[in-house]
Nanobody, 130 residues
Framework: QVQLVESGGGSVQAGGSLRLSCAAS????????LGWFRQAPGKEREGVAA????????LYADSVNGRFTISQDNANNRVYLQMNSLKPEDTAMYYC???????????????????????WGQGTQVTVSS
């Protein structure tokens, strides 16, 4: 059974930090694209960060580059999103997703696009107050 389970969301003041965790089923974790996406009320879902678990390549949206870090834990089939220097505009529901690609080809071009992902978690809410 395919499972992606997020945790770690919450409320924090601007400038604070949160770490999101995504637990993935083994076969969708290994050598795959795992991504974090977010959707704010009234806005489209956008890619935030992605990692290719087969080699560790990462990709970030410009809006979070330098503030967020995506990482992998192969022993526990988890992907993390460390979010620092949070801003009110980071407020959104955050989703973990697993792609259909089993290699790094086109990762840097496509890994933040919703259409490249087949499996989605239920989401975890992040709220940043000013």
């Amino acid at each position: 059974q395919v499972q992606l389970v997020e945790s770690g969301g919450g409320s924090v003041q601007a400038g604070g930090s949160l770490r999101l965790s995504c637990a993935a089923s083994g076969y969708i974790y290994s050598r795959n694209w795992l991504g974090w996406f977010r959707q704010a009320p009234g806005k489209e879902r956008e890619g935030v960060a992605a990692i290719y678990t087969g080699g560790g390549s990462t990709l970030y949206a410009d809006s979070v580059n330098g503030r967020f870090t995506i990482s992998q834990d192969n022993a526990n089939n988890r992907v993390y999103l460390q979010m620092n220097s949070l801003k009110p505009e980071d407020t959104a529901m955050y989703y973990c997703a697993a792609g259909r690609h089993r290699n790094s080809a086109f990762f840097s071009q496509l890994a933040l696009q919703n259409s490249e992902y087949d499996y989605w978690g239920q989401g975890t809410q992040v709220t940043v107050s000013s």
